[in-house]
């Protein structure tokens, strides 16, 4: 939705060179629709458990929960892995006409003038003409409301104030 948001943005600082992976989620748990992963062996080795986890696990396992639990489950990918604000890079839709919020769901899930993009889970084949055009069409209409300048989202602020939050919690004993 804003092209004026370069993905770097959202990139940990320095200090955070442990961690390969940004994720967001929410009431239904991880979200793997859209994320950051390092290049990096750690990242291989991460993409190659997730693909053989139908084959060493649950067959019936979905890419969803196959990446959700190795996360989980092992201190190796866990330790890498970061929670993100979902807003940062997996937004939920607001009300089509862009004038609310969409009942049922928080705003800090839904995409706000600014935003990096919107992503549209589970939409069922058959609506999602439906669904995107709203925002296909903000998106050709370049308004400036919808692509400021990342001084002007508040994004860099933001996004310094968590990766702080998240040092100090990696720091207490």
Known sequence: MNPNLPL???IPPPDFS???LLLTKDWNGMKNSVFFIRVHPWSIKLLS???AYPTTHDPLSSDLSALNNLVQDHDFFARSTVYCPPRWFNAYTRTPDDEGWRAGSSPHFQIH???LLV???R???YRLNETMLPYLSLAEA???KWEPTVEETGHGE???RFWKSVHRVESTP
């Open 8 to 10: 770097e943005t959202f």
């Open 18 to 20: 442990h961690i390969n």
């Open 49 to 51: 458990a997730a693909i």
């Open 113 to 115: 003038p600014g935003d």
């Open 119 to 121: 992503n549209f889970p």
């Open 123 to 125: 939409t069922p084949y």
């Open 142 to 144: 370049h308004e400036r």
């Open 158 to 160: 933001e996004v310094a």
